[in-house]
């Protein structure tokens, strides 16, 4: 069943803390992006990588760190530095890198700072 | 950077009624707007998607018209149905020889549709 998995799906920690959401697709597609969901604020891009071992900064990149070392797998770390990180997380992908097109997201991370 | 804005932030229509959703953005160089709608506890999915060549575009109940002067665009959506509640999200990006690869999302528009 081909798309694109998150986990876990619900996580809690404590201030002081980093965390690593997962993300994984299976659709060989190219470019992978990481939102982020507040009520009333839309969907922010945090990063986003068009090819592997190449990733770009979004809009509210600060406290948070990605990796791109396989094309499938694009894990976003919610570190001590990110002053409001509770929130619900999205991963996404597409196609194409260099072509407007469908962004497939997956169910998404609700990150809970107790 | 690219801005969108998206309003209202909440729509209520009655079933059968018409819906209409605007955005605006601020970039002239954006040429892709997408469309994706969240239902309650669902991830987004694209529903319609128009590129800055093209002044409207229709799928059934749906359609989205682009103003580049103006530089706004809307979603129309007819004969309302509740399944049609929902969250939805307007988006813009540049493609091109220059692309960023940035979608670029409104702030998103709850529609309640009552039967």
């Known amino acids: 069943d081909g798309g694109i998995t998150q986990s876990p799906k619900y996580l809690f920690r404590k201030e002081g803390q980093n965390v690593t959401l997962s993300c994984e697709q299976n659709?060989?597609?190219?470019?992978m992006y990481w939102y982020r969901q507040d009520p009333g604020q839309g969907l922010r891009l945090i990063y986003y990588?068009?090819?592997?071992?190449?990733?770009q900064k979004g809009d509210i990149a600060e406290g948070y760190s990605v990796s791109r070392e396989k094309k499938e797998s694009f894990p976003l770390t919610v570190t001590s530095a990110q002053k409001n990180p509770t929130a619900f997380y999205l991963c996404?992908?597409?196609?194409?890198?260099?072509?407007?097109?469908?962004?497939?997201f997956g169910e998404g991370s609700r990150l809970t700072v107790l | 950077g690219e801005n969108v804005e998206q309003h209202p932030s909440t729509l209520s229509v009655q079933e059968g009624d018409s819906a209409v959703i605007k955005c605006t953005y601020s970039?002239?160089?954006?040429?892709?707007f997408p469309w994706y709608k969240q239902e309650l506890g669902k991830r987004p999915q694209l529903i319609i998607d128009?590129?800055?060549?093209?002044g409207e575009k229709k799928d059934q109940r749906i359609a989205v018209t682009l103003n580049k002067t103006a530089k706004h665009f809307s979603l129309h959506i007819t004969e309302t149905q509740p399944e049609d509640s929902a969250v939805y999200f307007c988006?813009?990006?540049?493609?091109?020889?220059?692309?960023?690869?940035?979608?670029?999302f409104g702030q998103g528009t709850t529609l309640q549709v009552k039967p």
């Open positions: 996404a992908s597409s196609n194409s890198a260099r072509a407007a097109g469908e962004l497939f």
């Open positions: 659709l060989n597609h190219d470019a």
């Open positions: 990588s068009q090819i592997v071992n190449d990733f």
């Open positions: 970039d002239s160089a954006s040429n892709y």
């Open positions: 128009i590129r800055s060549n093209v």
């Open positions: 988006a813009a990006s540049k493609w091109g020889s220059s692309n960023t690869g940035k979608l670029i």
